[in-house]
Nanobody, 115 residues
Framework: QVQLVESGGGSVQPGGSLKLSCAAA????????MGWYRQAPGKQRELVAT???????MYADSVKGRFTISRDNAKNMVYLQMNSLKPEDTAVYYC?????????WGQGTQVTVSS
């Protein structure tokens, strides 16, 4: 059974930084595409960033140059370093794993950017 557990969310002022972590269990982690998604109140869940098994990354235009996704296959962990945070980054952030049609989600962690 796949388990994805996010941590590292919290409240930060605009311009600040946070690092999210996602611990994965129950999967052959190194084979999976891992991603971070977010959902703001009243909005649909949207892609933030993904990293594939080879380490190639993809980012939403809104976070390019500010966020960095990375993974540690030895620890079954994926991270999202978020810098220069803006109020519009406020959302629940979800970790996602995917291998072909096998998709799993974490429970989410709240990120609030406010002065």
């Amino acid at each position: 059974q796949v388990q994805l557990v996010e941590s590292g969310g919290g409240s930060v002022q605009p311009g600040g930084s946070l690092k999210l972590s996602c611990a994965a269990a129950g999967i052959n982690f190194s084979r999976y595409i891992m991603g971070w998604y977010r959902q703001a109140p009243g909005k649909q869940r949207e892609l933030v960033a993904t990293i594939n098994s080879g380490g190639s990354t993809m980012y939403a235009d809104s976070v390019k140059g500010r966020f960095t996704i990375s993974r540690d296959n030895a620890k079954n962990m994926v991270y999202l370093q978020m810098n220069s945070l803006k109020p519009e980054d406020t959302a629940v952030y979800y970790c996602r794993s995917q291998l072909l049609l096998n998709i799993a989600w974490g429970q989410g962690t709240q990120v609030t950017v406010s002065s």
